[in-house]
């Protein structure tokens, strides 16, 4: 049930213009927010909060994310019986939602059932955005199959298995429509060779160029779009120039492709904590020379890749990737980030950018009358002290989803 409530005697943070505004309260009523103004009569049956000069700021948005990944060891997700793997994608999405995001765009196994378990108040999570499972070739990005293991297929009925093998023009069709029926908001394809894969390294091209085009194609014709899992330079500048809209990770981009993604529209989603987190623990989670190798790899991409894309005007969204154990390091990606961008830039990604590619412009990732009501309120100014967004909301004394505390110490 929402309840209503009157936030006074804060400083607003507002996203799009990267400054704080002082002596506004904001009245929350039915989950959205109605009205922003100097003085505000409070109405009947209405909480009033005092600020008390702390910051309000609207809820953050990862745009990559796999909630299903609840292991590092993707085949253990995979075999998991699906009842397990919604229970434990709930611990994962609450977990996420107590650092402050308020909405989560999943790139592979979150299916409609986890959408509506939220919205229906059954996960205590954040808003889901889904694109079902990743479409991969096969012996590509989400094929776990070791080179001897010839069984058919990689268990894509499971919840926990985040892709299903899908090959030539017809197949590739025939997938992105029945994701789409089940409920998809996008279509994920894996474009290139990955980090966590056993069998492709990370300059293989992956789907040919009619594959990518009839995907496309099919996303169009629903208003939805493509993802793409994309390194190298040659990977993302060829699914740019087939249509596809969301480019993920992007390490290593060159300033020329930079520059025709933002040209087309694109938007770029940086994981650089992925990467990161992986060399950390990687050792101790028996990674091998080869998987340490590709990290490597795409690790001294990173910051590059940002400087790159933020000077060619690219649009940035905040992602992390993390996938089982490493999820600890979730908020680490501000810290990285914050070697390149500025506080103001980084918001920006987590919020206006972020809710650019959910598709929830105007209504998430902004403080603003008919928003959601999703709100964190800050002990401090994040535009000045980006790490008050890290520590796992240690420095929110309020999160807000819908218009209801999930947490509270005001």
Known sequence: MHKNTLFTGGRILDTRKGQLIDGMSVLVRD???EKIAARIEKPEGTEEVALNGKVLMPGMIDCHVHVVAESLDLWSNSIAPSSLAALRSARVMQESLLRGFTTLRDLGGADHGLVRAVEE??????????????????????????????????????LGSMGILVDGVDEVRRVSREMIKEGARFIKVMANGGVSSPNDPIHSIQFSKDELAAIVEEADNAGLYVSAHVYTDKSIRRVVELGVHSLEHCNLITPETAKLAAEKGCIAVPTLVAYDALALDGEELGLGEAE????????QGGLRSLEIMRDAGLPMAFGSDLLGQLRKYHCMEFELLAKVLTPAEIIYSATIVGADLCRMSGEAGIVAEGAFADLLVIDGDPLSDISLLQHDGAHMSAIMIDGRFVKNTL
Do not use: Y
Not at 131 to 140: Q, R, Y
Not at 293 to 299: D, M, Q, S, W
């Open 31 to 33: 989950g959205r927010i």
């Open 121 to 158: 108040g059954l996960i205590d999570g954040p808003r889901l955005v889904i694109c079902g499972k990743g479409l991969s070739t096969t012996g590509g990005h989400c094929d776990l199959r070791q080179r001897t293991d010839n069984r058919p297929g990689i268990m894509s009925d499971r």
């Open 292 to 299: 340490f190798a590709k990290i490597e790899t795409v690790r």
